[in-house]
């Protein structure tokens, strides 16, 4: 199927396109497809923006379109940064800044107690305004010190419970890596992101197959 990634951050067109393709779906970014629209995301819930970024791109495109809102949710900070975890520091977009600022608000946070949650809503939408909104969540905890390149975002702060395995288990993410540590099919299987979409998938063809039925009425 072919699929417009509603997206302009990189890091995350990546890991749609990765995954998506892995599933047998082309993908194509906003970019390749000249739309640059950047809606704006006002809700108060991932699944909200993420239904406010499908609607506006699948209008745009025309085709079927995938849109992810995601976040960190830590625990001691009352679930914060949350929605806003993509302008924490004030600034929409600053990965660093953002991390700098999760890090001074964890500071007084026992290591134990730095438990949180990577979170993402993902949104599949037809240009006949049907669609499907599915969450994904990968617990794990906050670490006070970035380590890793392969990531953006909280990646390098993140340590996930889990690690994946090549044949698609997990084990215990004993070495402490995050996410920015892993390998593409170790965070794959395991991240947030990927459980998403990996229930989208499995979701698809009932999806599909209803509205045939309501179609064919």
């Not at 995350?12 to 779906?25: P, T, Y």
């Not at 108060?44 to 506006?56: G, H, L, S, V």
């Not at 890793?148 to 890596?177: A, Q, R």
Request: hydrophobic share 35%.
């Amino acid at each position: 199927m072919l699929i417009c990634a509603a997206t302009n951050n990189v890091g995350k067109l990546k890991e749609l396109k990765r995954i998506l393709e892995k599933q047998g779906h082309t993908v194509k970014s906003q970019k390749e497809l000249n739309i640059f629209l950047e809606p704006e995301e006002n809700g108060t819930t991932f699944e909200q923006n993420a239904k406010i970024k499908a609607q506006a791109i699948c209008k745009a495109s025309g085709i079927a379109t995938i849109a992810d809102d995601s976040g960190l949710a830590v625990d001691a900070l009352n679930g914060e940064p949350g929605v806003y975890s993509a302008r924490y520091c004030g600034v929409h977009g600053n990965d660093e800044a953002n991390n700098d600022t999760l890090i001074d608000a964890l500071q007084s946070i026992p290591e134990e107690k730095r438990t949180a949650q990577f979170v993402s809503a993902v949104c599949f939408m037809l240009p006949n305004g049907r669609e499907i909104t599915v969450t994904g969540v990968c617990k794990g905890s906050v670490i006070q010190e970035r380590k890793g390149s392969n990531g953006f975002g909280y990646d390098p702060l993140f340590v996930p419970n889990e690690i994946g395995c090549k044949d698609g288990s997990t084990v215990p993410n004993n070495e402490h890596l995050t996410y920015a540590e892993l390998e593409d099919w170790q965070k794959d299987a395991i991240s947030h992101r990927g459980k998403a979409l990996a229930q989208l998938e499995t979701q698809l063809e009932d999806f599909f197959e209803s509205l045939f039925v309501m179609e064919s009425k």
